[in-house]
């Protein structure tokens, strides 16, 4: 069964870097394309990256553009947010995606 495991987030000052990871797990990523998504309560969830099966990737929202990387490793079945020059609109709960599942999430606090 798919199972999405996001870490990695945590509080971090204006400016700062974090890299979030997505472990899949009962299941291949291999073939196919996944994307990470953040929400803040009382908002729609938004799409910030993804990344096809062959690694070309994409950023969904003009916010990040630039500061955000979306990675794989098939090998690993895992994959990663890097995330730069955080803002405090930043903070929120960011998840990964594939073929509609989602995992619990992991929050991201950017604060001084």
């Known amino acids: 069964q798919l199972q999405l495991v996001e870490s990695g987030g945590g509080l971090v000052q204006p400016g700062g870097s974090l890299r979030l990871s997505c472990a899949v797990r009962?299941?291949?990523?291999?073939?196919?394309?996944i994307a990470w998504f953040r929400q803040v309560p009382g908002k729609e969830r938004e799409g910030l990256a993804c990344?096809?099966?062959?690694?070309?990737?994409?950023n969904d929202a003009d916010s990040v553009k630039d500061r955000f990387t979306i990675s794989r490793d098939d090998a690993k079945n895992m994959v990663y947010l890097q995330m730069n020059s955080l803002k405090p609109e930043d903070t929120a709960v960011y998840y990964c995606?594939?073929?509609?599942?989602w995992g619990r999430g992991t929050q991201v606090t950017v604060s001084s």
């Open positions: 995606n594939l073929i509609n599942s």
């Open positions: 009962g299941f291949s990523l291999n073939s196919y394309a």
């Open positions: 990344i096809s099966s062959t690694g070309s990737s994409a």
